[in-house]
């Protein structure tokens, strides 16, 4: 009787370690820990503040040269807003603490509280278009039904142009190609500032298999005049070239990180 116990106690407790195990593996699979470098260098290093004054200095001088240049219509820039001129880090940060995945809801609890601060840089070059007479456009895919929330958080700061005929936000499609045009109907477009080469253009929006490298060796004599790319280490369009399926499991999203590092041996 006793052997008969021991081994229905030695199955038993086989069973709660595996068990255990595998709870832990899944737990370890479902975390944002792959963001915390990325957020950590985006929150705290003067090397990214320095990249947005950077970026937003040579965007201003570039605009007092372009805004003596005469158009047939009035000129424009057109900017991204989530970093771009504002920062959403501490929800990225929230995130990782509470281990939870990006949804709209996630995100809409962060957005309504119109909390996110000015990008270095971002709201002098607002108020320098004003000056100079160029209107300023805001394109960004942030969802319509957030616009009263991200006009206030612009204002609150001190933005100029922080009025709703000023926004363009996302309706049907996350491409801005409609919206640009829509500006482009009746302003001449000097200037693009954006964290995502799709701000720019549309033929960024593919993705090709060399992750647009070659598409970026085209335009390069636009990058630094019209085009003004800043930094975002966290998330961006080039996502796509590592997660190629709709669907994935956190197992396979880890396994796609690492399929597309390039060591030395």
């Not at 990008?119 to 394109?139: N, R």
């Amino acid at each position: 009787m006793r052997k008969i116990f021991n081994s229905i106690f030695a199955v038993t407790l086989g069973i709660i370690l595996i068990t255990s195990c595998n709870t832990k593996t899944d737990e370890k699979t479902q975390n944002q820990d792959y963001l915390i470098y990325a957020t950590i260098w985006y929150q705290h290093s003067p090397e990214m503040k320095a990249l947005y004054l950077q970026g937003f200095n040579i965007a201003s001088e570039n605009l007092k040269l372009f805004a003596k240049q005469k158009t047939k219509r009035p000129k424009a820039v057109v900017v991204d807003i989530d970093e771009t001129m504002l920062n959403n880090v501490p929800f990225q940060a929230q995130e990782i603490i509470d281990n939870k995945p990006f949804s709209s809801d996630f995100w809409n609890e962060w957005t309504k509280l119109a909390k996110a601060e000015a990008l270095p840089g971002a709201k002098e070059f607002s108020l320098l278009c004003d000056s100079l007479g160029v209107q300023l456009f805001y394109i960004s895919n942030r969802s319509t039904s957030e616009l009263d929330v991200t006009v206030r958080n612009l204002d609150s700061l001190g933005f100029a142009f922080a009025t709703p005929d000023h926004f363009l936000l996302k309706e049907n499609t996350s491409s801005k190609k409609e919206r640009r045009e829509k500006v482009m109907e009746n302003y001449d477009i000097v200037m693009l500032v954006g964290d995502n080469l799709a701000d720019f253009t549309e033929v960024f929006e593919s993705r090709e298999d060399d992750w647009d490298c070659g598409l970026v060796n085209q335009y390069k004599s636009e990058f630094g005049k019209r085009f003004i790319i800043l930094p975002n280490p966290m998330y961006g369009g080039w996502e796509k070239n590592i997660y190629t399926k709709k669907s994935m499991t956190d197992m396979q999203k880890d396994s796609a990180q690492r399929s597309v590092l390039i060591g030395f041996k």
